[in-house]
């Protein structure tokens, strides 16, 4: 790999800036009344507190997520890039690899700059925390369904919804273990929510990047709205469930984007900021 590819990693970080659209409600989030219930609410359950050790084999966690991907939402495949090696093609749960000393899981895209693939986005691999418990069946899927999406730049239009896709397979993936994993990565994920709540309560008199912003912004509306859907799907029925994974085969092929999406399912920032259905999923132990 040449320097040039190293500059290059900084692509998507240029797409996502123009995508930062200021006219949507998500870039002018607030903490308003809803918002404080919601935060007043963590600080009750003690949400901050929330820890997770059951334990997972790694191998039956990817042989795992490879059946319910394949029964459920096939895959394309992404191109992995790797120091020393020639970009290649394969199934991103065959880019896999498990660290110590990461703070969370996560996948880097890149454009390639030269060769059969370039101008194309490959992915360098998926890195998942070495500490494999149950949570890790659904933060794999998360960061799969980042490389369906970020691997075609078009198919998110709006910053703000980066990871509502993410988190919604990953709650579905999580149902399909246990009711006691879905509860568990829906208070792991609301944790991050208090923390970006409590951030953007007091911002104005903290030192934060208009950057830092933005991201909590994104993962606040982006988890929000993923409950949402979430919700949708558990009270629908089996032939809707099948209509809305079939959807979301569509954006990983291309024919939809996340917004489009959304919008089909009437989802937005301002009808998933409810208190009622937050409590309900985020539960006290």
Same mark, same amino acid.
């Given at each position: ?23 949507? /409600? ?26 997770? !050790?059951?334990? @997972? ?16 939402? /096939? ?16 199934? /991103? ?46 933060? &794999? ?7 369906? %999406? ?14 509502? +896709? ?5 709650? %579905? &993936? ?22 970006? &709540? ?15 912003? @933005? ?10 709205? @993923? +409950? !949402?859907? *979430?919700?949708? *799907? ?52």
């Amino acid at each position: 790999m040449d320097k040039m590819d190293l500059v290059n990693k900084l692509f998507y970080v240029l797409e996502m800036n123009q995508k930062k659209n200021e006219s949507s /409600p998500e870039s002018k989030i607030l903490v308003d009344k809803n918002l404080e219930k919601m935060r007043d609410y963590f600080i009750k359950i003690k949400l901050d507190e929330f820890k997770e !050790h059951t334990k @997972a084999d790694k191998g039956e966690v990817i042989k795992y997520d490879k059946e319910f991907f394949r029964e459920n939402i /096939p895959l394309k495949k992404i191109i992995v890039v790797k120091d020393n090696h020639e970009p290649y093609e394969t199934n /991103p749960l065959n880019n896999i690899e498990f660290r110590k000393r990461i703070r969370s899981s996560y996948v880097e895209p890149i454009k390639i700059s030269s060769g059969k693939y370039k101008g194309k986005i490959g992915f360098e691999p998926i890195l998942i925390k070495d500490h494999v418990s149950k949570l890790t069946y659904g933060c &794999i899927g998360h960061e799969v369904v980042h490389t369906q %999406i970020e691997q075609n730049p078009n198919l998110l239009t709006n910053y703000y919804n980066r990871e509502v +896709l993410s988190i919604f397979v990953e709650m %579905i &993936i999580s149902k399909s273990i246990d009711d006691k994993t879905l509860d568990n990565i829906i208070r792991y994920r609301f944790e991050n929510v208090y923390e970006c &709540i409590s951030d953007l309560s007091y911002y104005e008199d903290m030192i934060f990047t208009s950057d830092s912003i @933005a991201k909590f912004r994104c993962y606040l509306s982006s988890s929000l709205k @993923a +409950l !949402h859907l *979430y919700d949708k *799907y558990r009270h629908s029925s089996r032939d809707k469930r099948i209509e809305i994974l079939s959807l979301i085969e569509d954006i990983f092929c291309g024919k939809l984007t996340v917004e489009q999406f959304l919008d089909k399912m009437n989802v937005t920032y301002k009808n998933s900021k409810d208190v009622d259905m937050v409590k309900h999923y985020v539960k006290k132990y």
